[in-house]
């Protein structure tokens, strides 16, 4: 297996398919299910699929898939509110090869971005801040806005994580794996 193959075909669709959900607004009354194919959708164009869900509810009774919210093909009945948390893990599984999953932890949070929208839309925001391996990322086939989301993603995580750490080895990993692509 090849890493141009590795990094320009599954995995890289995996984290172009991560973005996207990270970055769509959605109105008010939108479900889990209505959002699934913005992260399923690069892959889908190499003719592969991942048979979990996108993401599932995180809640307080500790449960793995915690409902009601999910993000998935299955179909659903409950809107996406503010306030609720969620993962966002596409995936892909070649049987007996190797599996890729991207997943982080995000929160549904009402978008004050987009003035004069006729009404209410969301946005997702990241709560989990650990760096994406750059060492499998092949960033001259990202959109310029993928870049630019991965950039600065990372450059949240070493402002949030490095003041945690006075461990020079530490710091130095964390500042190359959040550096700028």
């Given at each position: ?9 599954p ?15 959605f ?15 690069f ?39 503010p306030?609720m ?5 596409p995936?892909y ?6 599996g ?21 839309f969301?946005?997702?925001?990241t709560?989990t801040?650990a760096p ?9 086939i ?20 490095s003041p ?16 700028a692509?």
């Open positions: 297996m090849q890493r141009s193959w590795w990094a320009a075909g995995l890289t669709a995996v984290l172009r398919g991560h973005i996207a959900l990270f970055r769509v607004r109105p008010a009354g939108t479900v889990g299910g209505q959002l699934d194919a913005f992260a399923r959708q892959l889908w164009q190499q003719g592969l699929d991942y048979d979990h869900g996108t993401g599932h509810g995180v809640g307080s009774y500790l449960s793995v898939h915690e409902g009601p919210a999910r993000i998935s093909k299955a179909a659903s009945t409950v809107a996406l509110q306030g948390i969620l993962s966002n893990e995936g599984y070649r049987t007996g090869r190797y890729i999953r991207i997943e982080n932890l995000l929160t549904v949070e009402e978008c004050e971005a987009l003035v004069g929208a006729e009404r209410r969301f946005s997702f925001e709560l801040l994406i391996s750059r060492e499998l990322i092949l960033a001259e990202l959109l310029p806005e993928e870049r630019a989301w991965i950039d600065a993603y990372h450059a949240r995580v070493w402002n949030e994580i945690l750490s006075d461990e020079e080895s530490v710091l130095e990993w964390l500042r190359v794996a959040t550096a692509l």
